[in-house]
């Protein structure tokens, strides 16, 4: 297992890992009773083994950013999935541990983690839209990795640059980058009828987020698809009285229309 796995707690009932990609495996068992953790703390533990190897042979940090990308993509052969794979399965750090093929939020999250073990800035960044891994080696330059197939870039912003209008891409980080993992997972959840499994995703998020009306609107459609309306209509009503000016709000309006309906016709 991982250094911080192991690492002594006052109570390790309610232990939550608080590394990104510790928590999002330690995610898994809240939607999936089946989820083996603990082969997956096994797998991520060879890994840091071999990134550990590295970084003490390779002083050199570019050098070692080279060796380590190479060993994740040809050695250990971690890459996108070009397979016919649910959505769901692809974004989840357990599947690519043990599959090494994943989706670019998956991958990115692992690469980041044995990147920071080897002594590196490493996090998630947004670029146009897509998940990309940033390495910083300072305020001003670093590489940017895509996740899936390990092309890297390396950046410089020049010093005599006026004013930066804007940062090279949107860095994600901590409690971000783990809203960002459950938020494509709830999304994917979604679209595979999976509705028990994208409410386990909800609940997380607003453990983090609380009231947040549109994790309560999610949290509504949900419920109703699983036969709870009542409780629905609550967190529908919520997202209404809460964003009365929302472009979908005719919509959602409709659907507790609807849900009043099917509870007069209950009783």
């Known amino acids: 297992m991982t250094d911080t796995w192991f ?20 995610a ?16 991520l533990a060879e890994l840091e083994l071999l990134v550990d190897q590295i970084s003490h042979k390779t002083a050199d940090l570019h050098l070692r950013v080279s060796e380590i990308l190479d ?24 599947y690519v541990l043990s599959m090494r093929s994943g ?9 980041c983690h044995l990147l920071e073990r080897a002594g590196f800035a490493a996090n998630l ?18 590489y940017i990795v895509e996740p899936c197939g390990g092309q890297q870039t390396w950046y410089v912003i020049p010093e005599n640059e006026p ?6 891409m949107e860095i994600v980080t901590g409690d971000e980058a783990f809203k960002l993992y459950l938020a494509q997972q709830k999304w994917a959840f979604i ?3 999976k509705f028990g499994h994208a409410l386990s995703c909800v609940e997380l998020l607003m453990n983090m987020l609380g ?42 309006e409709h659907q507790i229309s609807e849900l009043a309906d099917h509870n007069h016709v209950l009783h």
């Open 7 to 26: 690492e002594q707690q006052e109570s390790t009932q309610d232990y939550v890992p608080q590394h990104t990609l510790l928590r999002c495996i330690s």
């Open 28 to 43: 898994e068992q809240h939607w999936d009773a089946q989820a083996q953790l603990e082969q997956s703390y096994c797998q």
């Open 71 to 94: 060993a994740f993509y040809t050695q250990w052969l971690f890459s996108g999935s070009e397979q016919n794979e649910p959505e769901h399965l692809l974004n989840s750090v357990c």
């Open 103 to 111: 989706s670019p939020t998956s991958l990115a999250i692992l690469l």
């Open 125 to 142: 960044a947004m670029e146009q839209g897509d998940v990309m891994v940033h390495i910083g080696f300072s305020e001003d330059e670093g």
């Open 163 to 168: 004013e930066k209008q804007e940062e090279p």
């Open 191 to 193: 679209a595979a009828d």
């Open 211 to 252: 009231d947040d009306p549109y994790e309560r609107r999610d949290r509504g459609y949900l419920l109703n698809q699983i036969n709870c309306p009542t409780m629905a209509k609550v967190d529908l009503q919520y997202f209404v009285d809460e964003c009365p000016d929302d472009p979908t709000i005719d919509i959602i």
